[in-house]
């Protein structure tokens, strides 16, 4: 039966130094700054054409451009359009958006 200890998970560099490496369960978690517009679109649950259609207009989220042709969206300015969206009844929403009151 193989024995259950932990796995030593160190190995020497080229100076005979020890190097730690991560374990699976030990990595840290970085967030991007920046999602791309098909993973913004996803986010906020709607077509990334929609998403372009409302960067167009002026109705979107606040986005950034990342070079001449690349456009990327924070997960803050996402949450924050998100949020100013947000409405309590239908009728604050027809209002809102231009429907009968």
Same mark, same amino acid.
């Given at each position: ?6 796995? !030593?998970?160190?190995?020497? @560099?080229? /100076? $005979? ?5 991560? =374990? ?27 998403? !372009?259609?409302?960067?167009? @207009?002026? /109705? $979107? ?5 990342? =070079? ?34």
């Amino acid at each position: 039966m193989p024995s259950m200890a932990p796995v !030593q998970n160190d190995k020497s @560099d080229l /100076t $005979g130094s020890v190097v730690h490496f991560p =374990t699976p369960e030990h990595k840290e978690i970085i967030a991007p700054l920046v999602v791309s517009e098909a993973k913004a679109a996803a986010l906020v649950n709607l077509a990334p054409r929609t998403l !372009q259609a409302k960067r167009l @207009d002026g /109705t $979107g989220p606040a986005f950034v451009q990342l =070079t001449g042709r690349r456009i990327g969206y924070s997960v803050e300015a996402l949450r924050a359009w998100v949020a100013a969206k947000s409405v309590m009844s239908t009728a604050e929403s027809s209002v809102r958006f231009g429907g009968a009151a």
